[in-house]
């Protein structure tokens, strides 16, 4: 009768290990994992070059401040047309004497867009949206606007 707590396992041929196989599966697989980065970087790296020019030469080059700023888009219309429509009501001028003098994108600190008014409870959330200038003949107004046109307020 055999004993249950005894274990047959083959003999081991020589100059084998249990985990060789192992190991050297372990050892090809991170070598490919190490080789495929650096390749795919170089791939990538060459995707990027304008035709004609070599991706180690604009590398070196350092960035210039236009490249690194993106462009605005353009002021909607519904938002310059919100914006004139609400200074001829302060006015009582016509809509036809205004016209926008300049708009860039902001970021506003709060959803009062840095004009909260005493008592006036407003988010702390930066709010994207746009500064925008308007001119009618030697006189200008600033107005401060969220992302969609929905909040338009004058500056003082």
């Known amino acids: 009768m055999s004993d249950p707590h ?17 190991f050297l ?18 791939y990538a790296d060459q995707s990027l070059s304008p035709p004609g020019q070599n991706s180690s030469a604009i590398a070196n080059q350092p960035p210039s401040p236009s490249s690194l700023a993106s462009p605005s888009p353009m002021l909607p219309q519904a938002i310059a047309d919100k914006i004139i429509a609400d200074l001829a009501q302060r006015t009582g001028e016509p809509t036809s004497a205004f016209q926008v003098q300049s708009s860039e994108n902001k970021t506003w600190p709060d959803s009062c867009l840095g004009l909260a008014q005493e008592g006036q409870m407003c988010a702390q959330v930066m709010t994207p949206g746009w500064q925008v200038t308007v001119q009618s003949g030697e006189k200008n107004w600033v107005y401060r606007t969220n992302q969609n046109g929905r909040t338009v307020l004058l500056e003082s």
């Open 6 to 22: 005894l274990t047959y396992s083959q003999p081991r041929k020589p100059g084998k290990s249990a985990n060789g196989g192992k």
């Open 25 to 42: 599966g372990t050892l090809l697989l991170f070598s490919l994992l190490s080789i495929g980065p650096v390749q795919g970087c170089a």
